[in-house]
Structures are given as structure tokens and as C-alpha cells.
């Protein structure tokens, strides 16, 4: 299930630079490592609140080693799974996160259902009671949703990585009420989009989203379709150079524009942060990162605050673990919050982060992928500036 380019970037810390770590991360810190034996493990999915309590997704871990939906509470500390994924009609490796709407959570499984191809599901977060909504028939329904879900008009929106027409993944529909699919769109491949990541943007009538093939170049693209005609066509192809290539995560709209990263591409082929005009297509790249003790790879989104914008990235920091970011949009200047400290510390932050950010009470929570020791299950962290 597990992508392999999300494991591989990350490369041995560098012992002489654990002291600068050290005064660099010190607004940073995990606030919950997820290591007790039924546990979730591998989070990718961003944080939701809702009164007050955080709810997430594991890709793996729990009672059958298939993925929870979980709560954390950030005043007590305390976590608890709402449900673990048993891998088969209830789905199996969640990747994104959740979705709240009228009293119940929403997401999506990778794997699991009855053909195995993903799930669309809904948990009661008194209960913990899990309903499948739709379950991909590995079709031209689509296979694999990576992304989450989006509500709009009675229903949910969201993507799924392969299957269409030409297996290059599809734009769906789930009704709220009935739970019936619809498909929007099945992507054609280049120079159409290909494997669409991470979740839509809704934006004045239009559906914006990232995929991490495709477009002209094959290096990913920016697409968007208007829900009133279910026209789709392609707003930016990223050319593989300093524009950036494959992005992942969710576009971020704010004040007109739309914000994202590319996991590769840039100055120094370590990714970069990017804004793009809805109405012309015109991109811009923000930022470049320079790689280790700068910030490295980001696979999530961006989140927007009092016009900074703050990601977190798999790799780069001073041990080149992964790093916590800012980008200042009225300066362009970017600094790196917070570093991920790796095999030589003392001190779990865990590693390799990618989920995009939620801003909570003064600060921001997200997780990372691994333990400090690179086989433990994650953590959660919180960080402030």
C-alpha cells in the first residue's frame, strides 16, 4: 500500500548539526507518540477539530494492522482509536484524513471494500460506529482514493488515484444521503491530468485539485472542473525545472489565489511552495527549498495564517529528517520553524512529516510518519512561532 517515494528521502543525520537542532526546535515538540501494541501507525492525513478534540487517520496499525480513525485530546493528552479497519468490506489504509459534517466524520480507504479498491465510509464519533457509504468496484468507478473528501450541495467530492477509463484515476460524487456514486470526470492521462492527489479545492463554482502525473509535460499538473457543466481541462502543467514537479497536496485557496507545493522540482530539485491564478493559469514560484538544514520534499499542503503560509516537508532540517516551514507572502522570505531529530537524539519528535497543518488554539498540530528510531508509528506534534 505505502508509496515508495514517501519512505526513501530521508538520509542519515549529521551528528555535528544536533546542536543547532536543538535551539531551532524549540517550539516544537510531540505531544502524542503513537507506540502501544493496537495503536494506530503511519499518519498522513491532516488533523480536524471539532469541540475542541483533534481526529485523525492511520494508514496502519490498530487492532488488524489496517488503519484507525482515532481522537486526541490536546488539553489532557489522552488518545483513544475510534475504529480500527479490519481490511476488508469496512476498507483498509486510510491516507487522508477526515471530514466533519452534520454529527459524523467522512473519509476515504486506499485499499479494502468488496473489490479491495477503496472505500467511502462515515464514523460516529460517540459511537464509533463505522458505515460504509460506497466501496470502489475497481472500474471505471475509479481505485484508490488517496485523497479525502470535500462537502458541497448534499454531497462529497473526492479523487481516486487509478482506475477511469484509462486507469488514470477519476473526479467522484458520493450523495450524503443515499450514498450512490457519481462520476464527475475519468482523467485521460498526458496531456491530460494523471493520479490526482490529495483533497479538492472548492473555489466559485469550480472543483481545483493536483495530480501527481500528467499534464504536458508529465511532471503533474494544476486541473479544474466546473461543476455546472463538468468541463475539466488542465490550468497549469508543471515543466519537471525551477517551476517544480509531482505535486501532492491540497491547493490552499486564499484571497483569489491558489497555494500548493511540488514534492521535487525548484532551484535545487528539493520542491517548492507556488501560487497560481484561477483565472489566467499564470504560476509563480514562492520559494525553492535548498535542501538540508533548509526544508526538503513537502508531500502535504500548505496551511494559510495572518499571511504566512506553513508547511511541514519529509525531508531537509539540520538532520535532514524533516522540517516545519513558514513563508512570509509579503516578503518572500521562508525560515524553517522546526527540525525532526532522527536516530541520533535522545528525544522522539518523530520523522518524516506530511500532513498538511492545522492551526489549533495559538498553535500548529500534525503528525509525521515514523517514530524517532524509524520503525515506531508516528507522532503527533504541535508547533508555534
Known sequence: ????????????????????????????????????????????????????????????????????????????????????????????YPVAGLTYHDGYFYGTTS?????????????????????????????????GPYGGLIYHDGGFYG???YGGAAHNGVIFRID???????????????????????????????????????????????????????????????????????PEGRLTEHGGKLYGTTNIGGATNSGTVFELDPVTGAETVLYSFAGQPDAAYPYAGVTYRDGKLVGDTLAGGVSNWGAVFLLDLATGQERVLGSFNGPLANVSLGVQPGAELLYFRGAFYGTTTFGFDGAAGGTIYRVSN
Open 111 to 143: 485499499g479494502g471494500g468488496v473489490a479491495s479498491a477503496g472505500a467511502v465510509f462515515k464514523i460516529d464519533p460517540v459511537t464509533g460506529t463505522e458505515t460504509i457509504l460506497y466501496s470502489f468496484a475497481d472500474g471505471t468507478d475509479g481505485r
Open 176 to 246: 450524503a444521503t443515499t450514498g450512490a456514486e457519481s462520476v464527475i470526470y475519468r482523467f485521460t492521462g498526458q496531456p491530460d491530468a494523471a493520479q490526482p492527489m490529495g483533497n479538492l479545492t472548492y473555489y466559485k463554482g469550480t472543483l481545483y485539485g493536483i495530480a501527481e502525473y500528467g499534464g504536458s509535460a508529465g511532471q503533474g499538473c494544476v486541473f479544474a472542473i466546473d461543476l455546472s457543466t463538468g468541463i475539466e481541462f488542465v490550468l497549469y502543467s508543471f515543466a519537471g525545472g525551477t517551476d517544480g514537479a509531482n
Open 159 to 161: 479523487s481516486t488515484e
Open 1 to 92: 500500500m505505502q508509496r515508495n517515494h514517501l519512505m526513501g528521502r530521508a538520509i542519515t543525520a549529521i551528528a555535528s548539526m544536533l546542536l543547532a537542532f536543538t535551539a531551532s526546535a524549540a517550539d516544537l515538540k510531540a505531544v502524542y507518540d503513537f507506540n502501544n501494541p493496537n495503536d494506530g501507525s503511519q499518519s498522513f492525513g491532516s488533523l480536524v477539530e471539532h469541540h475542541g478534540v483533534l481526529y485523525g487517520t492511520t494508514s496502519m496499525g490498530g487492532l488488524f494492522g489496517y488503519g484507525t480513525v482515532y481522537s486526541f485530546n490536546p488539553a489532557t493528552g489522552v488518545e483513544a482509536v475510534l475504529y480500527s479497519f479490519s481490511g476488508g468490506n469496512d476498507g483498509a
